[in-house]
């Protein structure tokens, strides 16, 4: 995958992020960005970082003591882990969500 593509995969994938958020109360988790670093900061005080990798075009995603990289699988147009596990970038973030701060995400 060029450089453009995955940059494009990966916006994507950020704001598609971002936009789940949109309705949760900031003080519950408050999402921030900055270019392409999503960290999402819970009431708690926990936070989960998402973050692009261009030299392995990949996004990596740190939280509560654990990390998760995913590949962009084309056959499918999703972003999975890269141990094969099957585990979705926006599946694990919905649950990283829940399990921080209890918020259950819809996902449409």
Do not use: C
């Amino acid at each position: 995958m060029d450089e453009s593509r995955y940059q494009a995969l990966a916006d994507t994938a950020l704001r598609a992020i971002e936009n789940l958020l949109a309705d949760v109360d900031a003080e519950v988790v408050d999402p921030e960005r900055a270019g392409d670093v999503l960290t999402l900061t819970f009431a708690s005080g926990k936070k989960a970082v998402i973050n692009t990798q261009r030299p392995t075009r990949q996004i990596w995603v740190a939280a509560n003591a654990r990390a998760w990289h995913f590949s962009y699988d084309e056959a499918t147009s999703r972003w999975l882990d890269d141990k094969g596990q099957g585990i979705e970038l926006v599946a694990q973030i919905v649950a990283i969500v829940k399990e921080s701060a209890g918020v259950e995400l819809r996902v449409s």
